[in-house]
């Protein structure tokens, strides 16, 4: 089993991914006099999602399929490490949101009506579930609803598997241009019909159509079985020896993509940016990085981005109760020192996340994974199924 082999590159690459999320939450008005490309660049880092679940796929299929697409541990190995991996900090998370949600919740609708909501809202977000009712995907912690469509992918990823070994490797460049043409039937269906009526579609939307289409699971899954197919292509590429260090030019040009892509902003239409549109790109980017990446793929493979991007998930879904905190801290010190201005606060917003991403992937995420995966061995049923959930840093 490929688990114990590490892709650095790719590793320091969630990092690249998580700050462009962060950047479109908050760096917005402190972009005001900044070149518009920067500006839409920024504004487009909604799309960055989508690359994480490229990347998620296509590290699953590396660690778990052998060349022949079969998984190479058990099913509840399998998931046991899933847990392991992202349900002690998204719990953290969870409890950090809570205070600012509740309180949001309470002045909003009374204490009556805020329990039941908050109880039901609570209670998908720990199950995972949010992601399926478009109303509750950003009621708790907002970050969280991607985590809710990746839990729906690990549990459908070992049922997705046991149909790979059909595929014949010939028809895998048919496949990965199939699955691409899915993941753009519903956002191109939805510019078609505008179901949700006429109008400007951008990142302020909020009809319930689109809501569906960017947050239900099924409407991404297409994204993450492109990663998955590029993955078992590199499972394939390495068992028959392929030189490694030949993807300068892919990575460049998946590179060149995503940025020019972003830098279009309002230009590509937003349903089809925020879905399916830069899967290819974003393949392409993991795919080079994966094969080594040149300039590229040394410069995320460098020991500083690869530490950020081992935290890089704990960054990705503390973002906003570290903004609470920060807002909390600039009006507390404000009677002394001046900290509420837009590029004060998204420096401290950058500052304070990035090193409590730090210290939560330390002392929080990693000896928790450790302990999950031990709880749940007896589950697994067998020592070789614990250790089965080595995965490649980052996943």
């Not at 089993?1 to 650095?8: A, K, V």
């Not at 998955?228 to 030949?246: D, N, P, T």
Request: aromatic fraction near 12%; include cysteine; charge should be positive.
């Amino acid at each position: 089993m490929s688990g114990g082999r590490t892709l650095d590159a790719l590793t320091g690459l969630r990092f690249v991914a998580a700050l462009h999320v962060v950047l479109f939450h908050f760096a917005s008005p402190s972009l005001v006099s900044a070149p518009q490309v920067l500006r839409d660049w920024v504004g487009a880092g909604y799309a960055a999602v989508g690359v994480f679940f490229v990347l998620s796929g296509f590290v699953l299929a590396w660690n778990y399929l052998d060349v022949d697409g079969r998984m190479e541990a058990p099913p509840r190995a399998f998931w046991a490490a899933r847990v392991a991996r992202v349900y002690p900090v998204y719990v953290l998370a969870f409890i950090l949101s809570a205070p600012t949600t509740i309180a949001v919740s309470v002045g909003a609708n009374g204490w009556k009506l805020a329990t039941a909501k908050l109880t039901v809202c609570g209670l998908s977000a720990l199950a995972l579930l949010q992601a399926w009712v478009p109303r509750l995907a950003l009621y708790w912690n907002p970050p969280g609803w991607s985590v809710a469509v990746e839990a729906s992918f690990y549990g459908l990823f070992p049922w997705l598997a046991r149909g790979l070994p059909r595929l014949r490797p010939t028809w895998l460049p048919v496949a990965l241009g199939g699955t691409w043409a899915l993941g753009m039937a519903p956002p191109l269906l939805y510019l078609w019909l505008l179901p949700d009526g006429p109008g400007p579609v951008d990142a302020a939307s909020s009809g319930p159509w689109l809501m569906a289409l960017k947050f239900n699971p099924l409407a991404r899954l297409p994204e993450f079985l492109f990663g998955v197919l590029l993955g078992w292509c590199f499972v394939r590429e390495r068992a028959a020896g392929a030189r490694k260090g030949s993807g300068a030019v892919l990575a460049a040009l998946g590179t060149a993509l995503l940025v020019g892509a972003g830098a279009a902003g309002p230009r590509l239409p937003y349903p089809l940016m925020h879905n399916a549109l830069l899967a290819p790109a974003s393949g392409l980017l993991v795919y080079g990085l994966a094969r080594g990446g040149g300039a590229l793929g040394w410069l995320l493979a460098r020991p500083t981005l690869v530490r950020l991007g081992g935290a890089s998930y704990a960054l990705y879904l503390l973002q906003y109760p570290v903004s609470v905190a920060v807002f909390a801290l600039a009006d507390g010190l404000s009677p002394w020192v001046e900290l509420r201005t837009h590029g004060r606060l998204l420096a401290l917003v950058l500052l304070l996340g990035v090193s409590a991403s730090l210290w939560v992937h330390r002392f929080v995420e990693t000896p928790l994974r450790a302990r999950v995966r031990e709880a749940l061995k007896r589950w697994v049923g067998s020592r070789r199924g614990a250790d089965a959930g080595t995965v490649v840093s980052g996943t």
